[in-house]
């Protein structure tokens, strides 16, 4: 198993940029895939960025180039560079893992808030 810690959550302004971290441990966080996924009250969870264990990337057509997903297996942490950020960005952020060849995330962390003012 893996145990997910996220971190970076605040306030900010509309055009303003956060990073969010995410720290791992447990077993090999190099074998997992990982994702960031996010909820806005009264909104289904949604997938924001994912980054797989071959370091493959993948964005949800809605940011439009403004977010960066990021890992670092040498100290288990997942990072999610978020640029230009909207009030529609205001939302939990969960960092997410899942082992190889699994289609599910199996793995949460408990999730940090973002807001976003206008």
């Known amino acids: 198993q893996v145990q997910l810690i996220e971190s970076g959550g605040r306030f900010v302004q509309a055009g303003g940029s956060l990073r969010l971290s995410c720290a791992a441990s447990g077993r090999a966080f190099s074998i997992y895939d990982m994702a960031w996924f996010r909820q806005a009250p009264g909104k289904e969870r949604e997938l924001v960025a994912a980054v797989n264990s071959d370091r493959t990337r993948s964005y949800a057509d809605f940011l439009k180039g403004r977010f960066t997903i990021s890992r670092n297996n040498a100290m288990n942490t997942l990072s999610l560079q978020m640029n230009n950020l909207e009030p529609d960005d205001t939302a939990v952020y969960y960092c997410?893992?899942?082992?190889?060849?699994?289609?599910?995330?199996?793995?949460w962390g408990q999730g940090t808030q973002v807001t976003v003012s206008s």
């Open positions: 997410a893992a899942r082992r190889i060849m699994s289609s599910t995330y199996e793995f």
